[in-house]
């Protein structure tokens, strides 16, 4: 199963963009990209995915490098309640989520 | 609020029992996904029912079993236990089974102490 490597920890000021990254050199091609994130005391929540093009929903946006191996997401405007640990995911070969330990974000005001 | 419910919230034992951890999926979701967070270990897959069948393992103990049924909730059941087995045990669950199933929704877990 393919790794991930993410910085252990990130700062940013409120109202800033924040761009988190993420190495998957070892992706294979039909590997999806996923992030999920870990509010304090709650468990993980969904995110965004990608395959190949970059993606935009209502959360955040998932850019993703042409060779596919790193991505990098994207929040447009941090607020206080997205201070979390933020986890690039490629799954585990029977589609469960392969954890790694994440970024963990702090913004300040 | 995720739709997926975990109880109990809190579980407090003694080394060498055995407990049942309970999950109900969201509402029409046949997946249910099991997963341990310890400080140590960080979040790890334990195991994946759909609708009623074990799909996939990951680091499961043998000391550690689980169902689903015919309902659709799940249990997992904790026996044995040991002081390195305190954690927090997240339920998961999602639409599908496979490759185009890509968001799980976690429950807020139960927390297990081992004393």
């Known amino acids: 199963d393919a790794k991930t490597t993410q910085p252990n920890s990130m700062e940013s000021n409120e109202e800033e963009p924040v761009h988190l990254p993420c190495n998957h050199s070892?992706?294979?091609?039909?590997?999806?990209i996923h992030w999920y994130r870990q509010l304090p005391s709650q468990g993980p929540e969904y995110v965004i995915h990608?395959?190949?093009s970059n993606v935009n929903n209502r959360m955040a946006s998932l850019a993703i490098a042409e060779d596919r191996k790193s991505s990098t997401l994207i929040l447009h405007r941090a607020t206080l309640r997205d201070a979390a640990v933020y986890y690039c995911?490629?799954?585990?070969?029977?589609?469960?989520?392969?954890f790694g330990k994440g970024t963990s974000l702090l913004v300040t005001p | 609020d995720s739709g997926v419910t975990q109880t109990p919230k809190h579980l407090i034992t003694a080394t060498g029992q055995r407990v049942t951890l309970r999950c109900s999926p969201r509402?029409?979701?046949?997946?249910v996904y099991w997963y341990q967070q310890s400080l140590d270990q960080g979040l790890q897959f334990l195991i994946q029912?759909?609708?009623?069948?074990?799909?996939a393992k990951g680091n499961i103990l043998e000391r550690f079993s689980a169902q689903q049924f015919p309902d659709l909730h799940s249990e997992l059941n904790l026996s044995s236990l040991e002081l390195g087995d305190s954690a927090l045990y997240f339920c998961?669950?999602?639409?599908?089974?496979?490759?185009?199933?890509?968001?799980?929704?976690f429950g807020p877990g139960t927390r297990l102490t081992v004393t």
């Open positions: 998961a669950s999602s639409v599908g089974k496979g490759q185009w199933t890509h968001e799980q929704y």
């Open positions: 070892t992706i294979s091609g039909t590997d999806y």
């Open positions: 990608g395959l190949t």
């Open positions: 995911i490629l799954r585990l070969s029977g589609y469960a989520l392969n």
């Open positions: 509402s029409g979701d046949l997946s």
């Open positions: 029912y759909y609708n009623g069948e074990e799909r």
